[in-house]
């Protein structure tokens, strides 16, 4: 179904994609990006169980909008081991305006697709989602 506000469908593999990252814990990250040609959002990368943060960042191109989706592993106060799911809207400054608005404009009904997300995290630098921010979101 077209996203009313962008246009933009989202495919059927990023759901279940998601949903085995959520179930089966099959990848670590997911990447998606908006294919301007077909006008829907696409699987763009996966991150394998082993990979760790610093993969995922580095999975981000420096100059384009991407959603993405992390698994982040994590050890409480009370040393206890969990996980919560990130949504990452990462818009540089460096994209394209177009781009932009277009990611803007879909990023809440697409978040909606992937239902059991725990924590978002905006950003348009590097520096806005370092892993010490991300894990300050855990509490």
């Known amino acids: 179904m077209a996203n009313s506000a962008s246009g933009l469908a989202v495919n059927d593999e990023c759901k279940v994609k998601f949903r085995e990252l ?15 040609k077909d006008m829907e959002i696409k699987v763009d990368r996966l991150g394998e169980p082993n990979q760790g943060y610093g993969d995922f960042t580095d999975s981000l191109p420096a100059d ?13 106060v009370e040393n206890c081991q969990k996980s919560k799911i990130f949504f990452f809207s990462w818009s540089p400054d460096t994209a394209r305006t177009r781009s932009k608005m277009l990611y803007a404009s879909s990023k809440d009904r697409f978040r909606r697709e992937l239902d059991g997300i725990q924590c978002e995290i905006q950003a348009t630098d590097p520096s806005e989602m370092s892993l010490d921010i991300v894990k300050s979101r855990t509490n």
């Open 64 to 76: 384009e909008c991407r959603y993405a989706i992390y698994d982040l592993d994590f050890t409480t």
């Open 22 to 36: 959520k179930a089966r814990r099959s990848f670590r990250f997911i990447v998606f990006r908006i294919d301007d």
